[in-house]
């Protein structure tokens, strides 16, 4: 069976990420996750002060940006 890649895993998620869980899938530091949310390149959902990350938005947005390498 053939293993899933990051971009599908992310896809699948039930719940909204924490920009720490999607740090640790892409492998990044939340604080480059706040960055990006702040400067308008990743779709944030902002509740409150609180910022979470719609799986499905966040693969469709990482496909988007994808080499495909």
């Known amino acids: 069976m053939e293993s899933l890649g990051i971009i599908e895993k992310i896809g699948l998620s039930k719940t909204a990420l924490t920009a720490i869980q999607l740090g640790e899938f892409l492998n990044?530091?939340?604080?480059?996750?706040?960055?990006?949310?702040?400067?308008?390149?990743?779709?944030?959902?902002?509740?409150?002060?609180?910022?979470?990350?719609?799986?499905?938005?966040?693969?469709?947005?990482?496909?988007?940006?994808?080499?495909g390498a």
């Open 28 to 67: 990044i530091s939340p604080k480059t996750i706040f960055q990006w949310a702040k400067q308008g390149r990743i779709p944030v959902l902002r509740l409150g002060l609180s910022l979470r990350f719609d799986p499905k938005a966040t693969a469709a947005w990482l496909r988007a940006r994808s080499t």
